[in-house]
């Protein structure tokens, strides 16, 4: 059976390949144009690897606008509909603070498509400033997930551990154009979302479909998805489809728990996957710390978690490129 990495290559691997300085000094600078002009034209004499990383620098510099589309002032008047006295120096502040993601582009300031919902989890302090919005069905969900939860976690231990309590869900998930197909200029590629046929979600079945999907990914595909293509007037897709959903929670001693390290499963999640999973030596180093004293991998695993969520924030990325 092939490995996760025989089935799924690594895309991204070019991306290890340092930019030409000239390149490179025009993109931190935000002269993203510049640096398109210059990058086709390193194309025609580069290395076979090298030129993958320049086409990859080409979509992430395109993507730019789209990820980071606000102003200072078109920023500053969207926050301020939730917090009704901000002033323009605290966003200043905010920015400075590291609490709003930006980039300068052509010479100007741009903040990410995002940067609300980033900003209250980075700049927790703000948050009781935001206007209240009695989103009574958001606070129904958080109880109700609550009450699943806490279920799952007595039916499995009166169980013994393993799955309980499935539960099958209906779906109807639909992505819309603002515009019909045929104003872009080229066939409209769209990939609407479906889980994965595995252990926690069974029986996925797909009812119906506003057109014939393209492809739809197998069930054990790690980002499983149904792709269409729009043309001419169409604006939207959508499908139907249900499937199972199981709890699941198992007790573990942490004396007996140990590292298997010649099955398929240690060797898929320990291995480096660059440039976004490398092993460097200060991620070395800090593992080290973390986890030094620590007798058993079970003890070592919870340092290494609790470290995690107490160090590191939540927040919207842009596109990893």
Not at 36 to 61: F, G, H, N, T, V
Not at 82 to 107: M, Q, S, T, V, Y
Request: overall charge neutral; some cysteine.
């Amino acid at each position: 059976m092939p490995s996760y990495s025989q089935k799924y290559p690594n895309i991204l691997l070019p991306l290890k390949e340092k930019l030409p300085t000239e390149i490179g000094s025009l993109i931190s600078e935000g002269k993203a144009e510049e640096a398109k002009k210059l990058i086709l034209a390193y194309l025609q004499d580069s290395s076979p690897l090298m030129r993958e990383r320049l086409e990859i620098e080409i979509e992430r510099l395109n993507r730019l606008g789209y990820e980071y589309p606000f102003s200072f002032d078109e920023a500053f008047r969207a926050l301020r509909k939730d917090i009704w006295d901000l002033r323009e120096e605290e966003l200043h502040e905010l920015i400075k603070r590291g609490c709003i993601d930006f980039i300068i582009l052509e010479g100007s300031l741009r903040i990410h498509r995002r940067f609300k919902a980033n900003t209250y989890w980075l700049c927790g302090d703000l948050k009781q400033r935001k206007r209240a919005k009695n989103d009574e069905r958001s606070d129904a969900g958080e109880v109700v997930l609550k009450w699943r939860a806490e279920r799952v976690l007595k039916a499995a231990k009166e169980k013994g551990g393993g799955f309980v309590l499935p539960l099958k869900y209906h779906v109807k998930a639909s992505i819309s154009l603002r515009n019909p197909a045929h104003q872009y200029g080229e066939v409209v590629r769209v990939w609407v979302p479906l889980p994965r046929d595995e252990t926690t979600n069974i029986s996925v079945r797909i009812l119906d479909a506003s057109k014939k999907p393209k492809y739809i990914a197998p069930p054990d595909h790690p980002q499983r998805t149904v792709y269409f293509e729009l043309e001419g007037e169409e604006r939207e897709v959508w499908i139907e489809y249900t499937f199972v959903s199981r709890g699941f929670h198992v007790e573990i001693d942490p004396k007996e728990a140990y590292i298997d390290t010649e099955s398929e499963v240690y060797r898929e999640y320990t291995s480096e996957r660059p440039p976004h999973i490398a092993f460097t030596e200060p991620l070395r180093k800090l593992a080290e710390e973390i986890t030094r004293g620590a007798s058993t991998p079970y003890e070592k695993v919870k340092r290494i978690w609790e470290w995690v969520t107490g160090n590191v924030r939540y927040t919207y990325a842009k596109d990893y490129l």
